[in-house]
């Protein structure tokens, strides 16, 4: 329409434009005289033709043209917005028929698109309420409350199950809190530590994977609940929320109370009358009015019944134990992510600084309560001691893994401890006591000195009955001695550092995995780990580790042995960036390792590189396992291991066989002292002397 307008403007402007000039003509030629000349005449007559042909002509085109596209417009709109029939009449149009030909297409291909994407619209329709219809009856049907979180505890889906055992009247929200009808802390702990998992990569051989158990409560505490929370992953491992599914565990916790408390009864009320019956006995044998027949019989009798009414206190003890044991949600859990849980807790808490120590060690226990009590222990050890750094480590020890407080200062009295077990725990559910938590656990704990002046607070807890970790399965190392003479024979350190005790220098325990054994040629670090001592102590949390992209594919045989895949390196950064990354961190300290040439060999390989020299001082502990225990004795990290009673985990990674040779080299400082070696400058002395033996053995 407008464009009709348009035209049917610029006609008229031509046509008014014409009928000025022929007047203008008329005038000056009226003026000029010139009225009569048939000129003019002419002119007048001509101009008015070519007004009267334009104006026809914008008839024709408007009739002829303009009308029939207007129409055809409209037209054209109702078939975009009509039905798949809805078509342009072809015969309306004449000489414009190619045009509602092209359209009419345009409109079949339309509506062919419009069924299609109806089509596919209902089908996915379909399928999306089969899928809700079917998630639907199985949320009903799960007797567990069901609630799926964002990552910031928002209720994205939930099912009737969660209503009722929540004991919620009304709707629980979508886009509701979790952390508004479940108690914070154990939620929030259980997400720490799966979130830990997962950063760490161990989800992937961890045998509950993205999965762990807890035990919570409503918010008002009335209700108990036994809870699993399961991550919610991205492709690239992002944690995008979690599910949680729980019941409702109150009314089975509450028997379990009853029946703690008959037990109780009976085992505390069983000590007043075995000590009265012995104070008989005591009285009788003090008494000479009876006959020795008598008396005799009499004894046996009393003593008899004593040991009945003992061995019968023993037997429910224990049955007591067992069922509390067997009756509160245990887990597996590494005894390095209990303890930085627990440094978390102190720290947050502005406690006592606690320092991770000692080799790792798998347990079987609630994780959360027992964080909770070692937090209560540390900072009540504190306030006690007045000491402000605490050691806190695992030492397996069949049948228990102890796990340690330590401290530089005296133990703590008996009875200050016993007034600290019935003392309620800080955030623990159902009030529960240090007393509880070590019932839970079959355990006990107590204070002893370990060396002068030295002291710690041991807590027995089951270990894991499952074996963790990689390569527990695997052949010994095909590692071969690698004696490389330029890279083993060390001048003597300088004369400060080389007459250091060893047990008083800061040493750097460390490990490489790699493509292969031959360095020469080609072999590259696809993960390397240290773990720092310092006076006599691994200090667990002070490590270092990284993986390597070796820029070349590791052979199936290797990833056998150690565990690390292609996918696990790919887009990890470079030797040329890890290794001044490790350079920092070794700084100042002597270099520990096994088989130490093998490894220095790569680092040797990548200092043009990496810009970057390791002129540390380097200590092997094969070397030393030789000069101590003879050339005939098994070498290897796992028969120096069994030899010395150290348990091994986590064997064949770069950090867990550092952790291992850290434990190993630690009794091999004792052993050299009680043979004479006391300092580095001791220590290189003979490594070098070992080394030169080699050398002529080879010779020869």
């Not at 085109?61 to 129409?71: H, T």
């Not at 069922?323 to 978390?344: E, K, R």
């Not at 070794?586 to 043009?608: Q, R, Y």
Request: charged fraction near 20%.
């Amino acid at each position: 329409m407008d464009a009709r307008r348009k035209l049917g403007s610029l006609f008229l402007s031509i046509g008014g434009v014409a009928a000025l000039a022929v007047a203008a003509l008329a005038v000056l030629l009226s003026n000029a005289g010139t009225a009569g000349n048939p000129l003019v005449t002419y002119a007048v007559l001509a101009t008015a033709i070519v007004a009267a042909a334009i104006f026809a002509l914008w008839q024709l085109v408007d009739r002829s043209l303009l009308r029939g596209l207007n129409a055809l417009a409209g037209e054209t709109r109702v078939i975009a917005h009509g039905t798949e029939t809805a078509r342009v009449p072809i015969e309306r149009y004449g000489a414009l028929t190619p045009l509602p030909q092209a359209i009419n297409e345009l409109g079949e291909k339309l509506a062919l698109a419009k069924s299609d994407i109806a089509r596919a619209v209902a089908s996915s329709t379909a399928e999306v309420e089969e899928q809700k219809s079917r998630l639907s009856t199985l949320l009903r049907d799960l007797h567990e409350g069901v609630l799926v979180c964002n990552q910031h505890h928002q209720i994205l889906l939930y099912n009737q199950a969660a209503l009722t055992l929540l004991h919620l009247t009304g709707e629980l929200g979508i886009g509701r809190s979790l952390l508004q009808v479940i108690t914070k802390a154990p939620v929030l702990h259980t997400l720490e530590r799966l979130t830990l998992r997962v950063k760490e990569g161990r989800h992937l051989t961890h045998p509950h994977g993205t999965a762990a158990q807890f035990v919570g409560a409503t918010t008002d505490g009335r209700y108990l609940l036994e809870g699993r929370m399961n991550l919610i992953l991205q492709e690239d491992d992002g944690i995008n929320g979690y599910v949680v599914t729980f019941e409702d565990i109150t009314a089975e916790l509450a028997v379990l109370g009853k029946r703690d408390a008959v037990l109780r009864a009976a085992t505390e009320g069983f000590r007043q009358p075995i000590a009265n019956l012995r104070a008989a006995v005591e009285t009788l044998t003090d008494n000479p009015d009876l006959d020795n027949d008598s008396r005799q019989a009499f004894e046996q009798v009393i003593l008899n019944e004593c040991g009945g009414l003992s061995q019968r206190l023993e037997r429910i003890t224990e049955d007591y134990r067992s069922i509390i044991t067997g009756a509160w949600p245990m887990n597996d859990i590494h005894s390095g992510n209990l303890i930085n849980l627990v440094i978390t807790r102190t720290n947050t808490s502005g406690g006592p600084k606690v320092i991770l120590t000692g080799l790792p060690q798998w347990l079987h226990a609630d994780s959360y309560s027992l964080v909770v009590m070692l937090d209560h222990l540390v900072q009540r050890l504190g306030e006690v001691t007045g000491v402000r750094s605490f050691d806190m480590s695992a030492e397996a020890s069949d049948p228990w893994v102890y796990v340690d407080i330590s401290w530089e200062g005296s133990p703590v009295a008996s009875s200050v401890i016993d007034k600290w077990m019935e003392q309620p725990l800080p955030d623990a559910l159902g009030g529960l006591t240090v007393s509880d938590v070590l019932q839970h656990h079959r355990s006990e704990l107590w204070c002893e000195t370990t060396r002068p002046g030295h002291a710690r607070m041991r807590v027995p807890v089951p270990p894991s009955e499952q074996l963790h970790g990689h390569t527990d399965h695997i052949a010994p190392s095909a590692r071969p001695d690698f004696f490389d003479f330029s890279l083993l024979h060390q001048p003597i350190a300088t004369a400060e550092l080389g007459q250091t005790p060893l047990d008083r220098l800061s040493f750097v325990v460390f490990d490489t995995e790699t493509t292969g054994l031959r360095p020469s040629d080609g072999d590259e670090i696809i993960q390397i780990a240290g773990v720092r001592i310092v006076n006599g102590r691994i200090l667990t949390g002070e490590t270092f580790s990284q993986l390597v992209d070796p820029g070349r594919p590791i052979p199936p045989e290797s990833i056998q042995f150690h565990g690390v895949t292609d996918d696990m390196v790919r887009d990890k950064p470079k030797a040329s960036v890890v290794l001044p990354l490790f350079h920092s961190f070794v700084t100042g300290s002597v270099l520990v390792a096994h088989n130490a040439a093998f490894d220095l060999k790569f680092l040797k390989m990548k200092e043009k590189i990496s810009g970057v020299k390791f002129d540390n001082p380097v200590l092997d502990t094969m070397l030393l396992s030789r000069q101590l225990q003879g050339e005939n004795a098994d070498h290897t990290l796992d028969g120096i291991a069994k030899r010395l009673g150290i348990q091994v985990v986590d064997r064949h990674t770069a950090l867990g066989d550092s952790l291992l040779t850290a434990a190993i080299f630690l009794r091999f400082v004792d052993m050299l002292r009680d043979q004479g070696f006391v300092t580095l400058d001791d220590a290189i002395c003979s490594a070098n002397i070992l080394v030169e033996l080699h050398a002529r053995e080879r010779a020869f």
